[in-house]
């Protein structure tokens, strides 16, 4: 071992090297969960494709909290955590929805392949924008959740008109000037948010295990607790300028 190495990093090394990239591997699972999310996809199975995606959120919402607690950052430097974590969001969040929402038939046919295109090409610029997150971890424009839209496309099974009018301002809204709360991150009323997010996820589960055969009970939840995410910050914001 080299003499020069410092105190603090003697202790354990081997196995914080090894917990540190098992960190990596658990976030680099997510691309395997997102290859079994499209196998589903491909075969019209669309519950089970949420299924999966469902778990890929659960990997991303962990791996992050993981990541800082082994000090990943300093143990593995060759290793960018935050480059794996943007390529398994792309193919999780963007790629694989933007498939479901496309070969679905949900969409007007002329439009659809379009407004695929749409998507992916708008989130991969998103993806890649520095200013995608604020300095207090909120979204700028809409967050490329692009699972979250193809969840409530398949939930609400609008007439092809509206769902295509529905994609087309979202692909839009990706660089609109308003922000949307981090649902994991969030400071302002974190509790709040928490308790929603919990409540989404059952209510999603529930969805998912009934094929989308829910009561309109269940889908205004998940369209309130989707309301609230998405434009609770942009009201707070606005009813602060007003008063300013």
Request: contains cysteine; aromatic residues 12%.
């Amino acid at each position: 071992m080299d003499q020069n190495t410092e105190p603090d990093s003697v202790p354990a090394t081997g196995r914080m090297l090894t917990a540190a990239f098992a960190v990596h591997i658990f976030t680099a699972l997510g691309a395997g969960v997102a290859l079994l999310a499209m196998l589903e996809a491909v075969r019209e199975h669309w519950a089970n494709m949420f299924g999966w995606l469902g778990v890929a959120l659960i990997i991303d919402a962990i791996d992050g909290p993981l990541a800082r607690k082994l000090d990943v950052v300093r143990l593995q430097p060759n290793w960018s955590g935050e480059v794996l974590d943007l390529v398994v969001d792309f193919v999780t969040y963007v790629f694989v929805p933007a498939y479901a929402i496309t070969a679905s038939g949900m969409l007007l046919p002329v439009a659809a392949p379009l407004l695929g295109i749409g998507i992916v090409v708008s989130s991969a610029l998103y993806f890649a924008d520095r200013r995608m997150k604020a300095s207090d971890n909120h979204f700028r424009g809409f967050p490329a959740l692009w699972n979250a839209a193809a969840f409530y496309l398949f939930l609400l099974h609008l007439p092809p008109v509206l769902s295509t009018l529905g994609i087309a301002i979202l692909i839009a809204l990706t660089f609109a000037p308003f922000h949307v709360l981090h649902p994991v991150r969030v400071v302002r009323l974190r509790w709040l948010t928490l308790w929603l997010v919990a409540v989404w996820a059952v209510l999603a589960m529930y969805a998912l295990v009934r094929d989308f055969d829910v009561g309109a009970p269940i889908v205004a939840g998940l369209c309130a607790i989707a309301a609230y995410i998405v434009g609770s910050d942009a009201v707070i914001r606005q009813i602060k300028s007003f008063r300013a």
